[in-house]
């Protein structure tokens, strides 16, 4: 039975963004869904000597208030590309692995010259998945299926279009989503119990939700086993 995973292009995602790409058969980016500007669309969290802080990509402010992620233009993109990489070498640069994926990333944001931040993004979680050894070629947007509905009625739609009879949804799915139509509609609801794995960090304590590049810069070649064995434990 084929499952997939559907979820907005974020920027530089926590773990489990990738453990559920992992766990599904394929995966969909809802790059057709509301820009919801702070979100973690355009910001995520790493961790500093003085604990965990923001790293933001700037996006132009809209004119209106529905805007579609796919069409949410970068800001002064060439300016705070080049802050991204001085922010993360300074708090990362102390790490054991940090050359692992410190230079695929700093080649990747130097030679980029995109327009958009959905294509930064996707552009951005591959680059990621490649250093996690996880395939991308199961990878899809929204925008290419001419979806014409919104909420839980457009993920059943996306798993008609793809011909999917199981969708893994995050765990928060429980709160606001309508079981009842997935079953009317002949689509099993499945539920990630995703456990965080801890790996190493630096400065005290340990904490949990940052950013991939946090495990990519600490643990190297080792972060895909960690996230293949969170998968299985959840599973």
Known sequence: MKTIAIHQPNFLPWIGYFAKILAADEFIFLDTSQFSK????????????????????????????????????LSDFDRWKVKHLKTIQANYSKSANFGYFYEPLSDFYEASEFEYLCDFNIALIELCCSALGVETNKIFRSSELEISNSNDDALIEI????????????????????????????????????????????????????????LLLNEGKFSGELLRSSVIASG
């Open 38 to 73: 702070g979100s973690y669309q355009n910001r995520v969290q790493i961790k500093t000597p003085q604990g965990a802080a923001w790293l933001t990509a700037n996006v132009k402010k809209g004119k209106v208030s529905f805007v579609p992620s796919n069409i949410v233009k």
């Open 159 to 214: 798993c008609k279009k793809v011909n999917a009879k199981s969708y893994l949804s995050g765990s928060g799915g429980r709160n606001y989503q309508d079981e009842s139509k997935f079953i009317e509609n002949g689509i099993s609801l499945e539920y990630s119990n995703f456990k965080h794995p801890k790996y190493t960090q630096l400065w005290d304590g340990f904490d949990a939700g940052l950013s991939i590049i946090d």
